[in-house]
């Protein structure tokens, strides 16, 4: 019995998440932090057509751990599309910028006897880095100051030197949101991605100075712009529980940096319109290796589509967090309208 409660609290939990997507318009989650035993069960649901999203998953394991397993457990649109294991994910190369955890070049400014903190190991970066590129996994570690960025790229560089063969891997930096100048060349001749998040720039916003000073936030702090003009894949997200799950926030701070005191934080690194609706689509699909069935109203495509209220592109700033989730479809089916999720009917066998 423990075992059967155990994995419909499981189903339970998979599924309320996959609704609370579909209510914020998402069609798609990538999921940086999943073990075996969840895979696994994922991989039932998909073939029971019982996810709600369609999710793209990367472990969060011990390269020990992971070692002779990872081939069997790669998989590519399983399920009617419905679930990709691919990535290795999110160990912490470092902590957070706010509680003076981000590996940092050089120190705190508002606490100048630390430089941050290196949280996993470098070594097991470059195990699972070494697995990565022999199993044909993308690598997604998190990387928030100058100094774990430079870190991650280092490994990269490393690995891509040794497998010259090895093309279009599209290994992501998690966060980034601290990063040097002679970096943001690097990243982009490594072709790179640095997968941000634009509510960071937001909710972080009121106290990156305190940490970095003025001329460092300037020119390192939460560059997403810069790294996107510069040739990076735009990105955007959320990282639930620490932020909303929310893409309508997110495209809001994208697009305005505003405060909640009203100023502007980093005002020349806001993304366009244009560019943050890609960011939350095209490039998310491509730093996923989905440009081809996601993305885009294209036919051909998986049809997940999401309707708004309005129109992001040409409403007022001040009007953007208004915005309405009217209806979101996955697969060409509407999963969710007027403020009601739509069950799915399945016939009986």
């Not at 793209?56 to 599309?81: C, K, S, T």
């Not at 470059?126 to 199993?135: N, P």
């Not at 040097?180 to 072709?191: A, E, K, N, Q, Y």
Request: aromatic share 8%; glycine share 8%; hydrophobic share 35%.
């Amino acid at each position: 019995r423990p075992a059967n409660v155990q994995e419909e609290r499981m189903r339970r939990m998979i599924t309320l998440a996959g609704e609370e997507s579909l209510r914020h318009g998402i069609t798609s989650f990538q999921d940086l932090g999943t073990n075996f035993k969840e895979v696994d069960l994922l991989k039932t649901m998909a073939d029971e057509g019982n996810l709600p999203v369609r999710l793209y998953m990367a472990f969060e394991e011990q390269a020990a751990d992971m070692e002779g397993r990872l081939a069997e457990y790669r998989m590519v649109g399983h399920g009617n599309d419905f679930l990709t294991v691919r990535a290795i994910g999110e160990k912490v190369l470092d902590g957070a910028l706010g509680t003076h955890g981000g590996w940092l070049l050089e120190p705190y400014t508002d606490m100048p006897r630390s430089h941050g903190l290196n949280v996993v190991p470098i070594e097991e970066i470059e195990a699972s880095a070494r697995l990565a590129i022999k199993h044909d996994y993308q690598l997604a570690i998190q990387g928030i100051g100058d100094r774990a960025y430079r870190e991650l790229l280092n490994i990269y560089e490393s690995e891509f030197k040794k497998h010259p063969d090895k093309k279009d891997l599209r290994w992501r930096i998690e966060h980034a949101q601290v990063i040097h100048p002679d970096d943001v060349g690097r990243t982009i001749d490594l072709d790179v991605i640095p997968a941000v998040q634009g509510i960071f720039a937001c909710s972080d916003g009121p106290w990156v100075k305190d940490r970095l000073g003025a001329e460092r936030t300037y020119e390192r702090g939460y560059i997403f712009n810069t790294l996107a003009d510069a040739g990076a894949m735009p990105t955007n997200g959320t990282d639930p529980p620490v932020d909303e799950i929310d893409p309508i926030a997110s495209f809001y701070c994208s697009v305005t940096r505003i405060l909640p005191d009203g100023t502007k934080f980093q005002p020349q690194e806001v993304y366009s319109r244009e560019r943050a609706l890609y960011s939350y689509t095209m490039g998310n699909a491509y730093a996923a290796f989905e440009e081809n069935i996601k993305g885009s109203l294209t036919v051909g495509k998986l049809a997940d589509i999401t309707v708004l209220s309005q129109d992001l592109l040409t409403v007022p700033d001040d009007e953007i967090m208004h915005t309405k989730i009217a209806m979101t479809m996955v697969g060409g089916r509407v999963r969710y309208r007027d403020g009601e999720i739509v069950k799915i009917s399945r016939p009986s066998r």
